[in-house]
């Protein structure tokens, strides 16, 4: 079962429809049990850093997501779900993040209109099984203020928009994508399909 953890920041609803849409059994959850016995998890998140890492630890959430990756299962980031996979943020102040891929996250400081809000083209920085049925210069939907500062062994595509963004990574079975898929049309759809065919 894949489980799309509801720890109150996430457009849950949209993403669990798109992934049942491609036959992925999918489920929203805020269960313990559940996320500890699912084949795979999904972080959404839209909001602050603060606030959902606040809820992720108030929920005793953190070690079983940290436990589930341990264990060589799937985990896929979206959007602030992503940011939260890095080291740390520094969006109104700093804090802690889950620190499964090294980096952090910091304010898109740049001359362009903030937030990064729209479609942009995705770049491919190296060739992955999460690309298989997309091709660069795809477009999918951004809504953004922060990014990833980092651009290491982890970064399969990126996007330019004033500065390199990363906006999917990889580290081993760890999965972040900074923008929408399932706001992302049939491109989103085909990033979660690769995605479902994975976790098989």
């Not at 952090?104 to 690309?131: C, Q, R, S, T, Y």
């Amino acid at each position: 079962m894949n489980i799309i953890i509801d720890y109150g920041l996430g457009n849950i609803g949209s993403l669990e429809k798109a992934f049942n849409s491609l036959g992925i059994e999918t489920k929203v959850s805020s269960n313990l049990d559940e996320i500890k016995n699912a084949n795979s998890i999904i972080l959404p998140g839209v909001g602050a850093f603060r606030d959902a890492i606040n809820s992720l630890n108030d929920m005793n959430l953190i070690p079983a997501i940290k436990e589930h990756v341990d264990q060589g299962k799937y985990l896929l980031g979206i959007c602030l779900g992503m940011q939260l996979l890095y080291e740390k943020s520094y969006e109104n102040g700093e804090f802690e993040g889950l620190g499964l891929i090294s980096g952090n996250v910091e304010m898109l400081d740049i001359d362009l209109k903030v937030p990064h809000m729209g479609w942009n083209n995705l770049k491919f920085a190296k060739n992955d099984e999460i690309l298989k049925y997309i091709k660069e210069d795809d477009y999918v939907y951004f809504v953004h203020s922060y990014y990833v500062n980092s651009t290491n062994e982890e970064l399969i595509a990126y996007t330019e928009y004033g500065k390199i963004i990363p906006s999917i990574v990889r580290k081993q079975n760890v999965y972040g994508m900074q923008f929408h898929p399932e706001k992302s049309g049939q491109v989103g759809l085909n990033l979660l399909k690769a995605y479902g065919e994975l976790i098989k």
